[in-house]
């Protein structure tokens, strides 16, 4: 049976040729096949989404990966969001005919032979982490790329893999394994970044919002509004629209409106049959009730050659 593995890495450009030539290593790949990308200025970072066998996501990643050291030089990256290298992130997520531990398998390969090859110190986080205080990003990042070299060199903050310094353009690398997320971002109409950081605050788990959802604030200066930003690690706990609802409450109390939301990256099906069943008030909605999904279902159930 098929297996299928998905690799979401976030890389700290939003260089349109280094995009492209980064882009391209999954192009080169046998048994890769992209999803979706988005860059943008003002958080500065690529993400990613491709999937594929698990020999096929470790030659990609490590490919992408060693493409981005040779291109981006930290010393003279800016953006809004939190990362500590070129590579900022690189999780592998089991999808299908795979487990957690093959996904963390694959983030100890990634990091080990990254850090041999390029010199780039690595830390394992989620399933994949080495230390409970590492199965956070947060942690990892804490100081992010302006303070690694004073945070690395600490006894607690050894990297799992390479050494304890950064690299001298690529900073370091974060990797490994975790379920599939949601990545919700939530427009609004405000300029004033102040107001946005005090919405975004509540919903953020380690600083009294949902367990689930790490949340921060962005400018958009190409139309003079914010962005709050989410990460939700676990929808099923902790379903999209709560934490909408909630930042609505929190937009509110500042008179600010709700001008537009996106997904960072690739919906899951969970997710928005949870949305949908909400705001709908769909009683018997389930992810076998959808057509495309009965129909996938229906021609497996006979055997029918895909």
Request: glycine share 6%.
């Amino acid at each position: 049976m098929r297996e299928i593995v998905e690799c979401v890495p976030n890389f700290s450009t939003s260089d349109a040729e280094t995009v492209e030539l980064i882009l391209n290593e999954i192009k080169k790949t046998k048994n890769a096949f992209l999803l979706d990308y988005t860059f943008d200025d003002y958080y500065n970072r690529l993400v990613v989404s491709f999937v594929g066998s698990k020999k096929s996501m470790l030659e990609a990643a490590l490919n992408m990966a060693f493409k981005a050291v040779e291109l981006i030089d930290m010393r003279q990256h800016k953006g809004q969001h939190p990362r500590i290298g070129a590579v900022d992130v690189v999780p592998f997520i089991p999808i299908k005919n795979v487990t957690m531990d093959n996904c963390v398998e694959l983030a100890r390969k990634f990091g080990e032979t990254l850090a041999k090859k390029c010199g780039v110190p690595v830390y394992l986080y989620g399933e994949a982490a080495t230390k409970p205080e590492r199965w956070d990003l947060d942690w990892i990042r804490e100081g992010e790329y302006e303070r690694l070299a004073e945070m690395i060199v600490k006894p607690k903050r050894k990297p799992d893999f390479g050494p304890a310094k950064l690299h001298p353009t690529a900073g370091a690398t974060i990797t490994g394994a975790r379920k599939v997320m949601a990545g919700f971002n939530v427009n609004i109409g405000t300029a004033d970044l102040k107001i946005a950081k005090k919405i975004a605050k509540p919903l953020h788990a380690k600083k009294g919002g949902f367990s689930n959802v790490k949340a921060m604030a962005a400018f958009i200066p190409e139309e003079n509004i914010t962005q709050i930003g989410m990460s939700i690690t676990d929808f099923e706990r902790t379903p999209l629209y709560r934490v909408f609802e909630m930042l609505k409450v929190e937009a509110a109390r500042y008179n600010i409106p709700i001008v537009g939301s996106e997904f960072c990256g690739m919906a899951p099906l969970k997710a928005l049959i949870d949305i949908a069943a909400y705001y709908l008030k769909i009683d018997n909605l389930t992810e076998d009730r959808v057509l495309e999904i009965a129909i996938q279902n229906a021609i497996k159930k006979e055997g029918v050659s895909e």
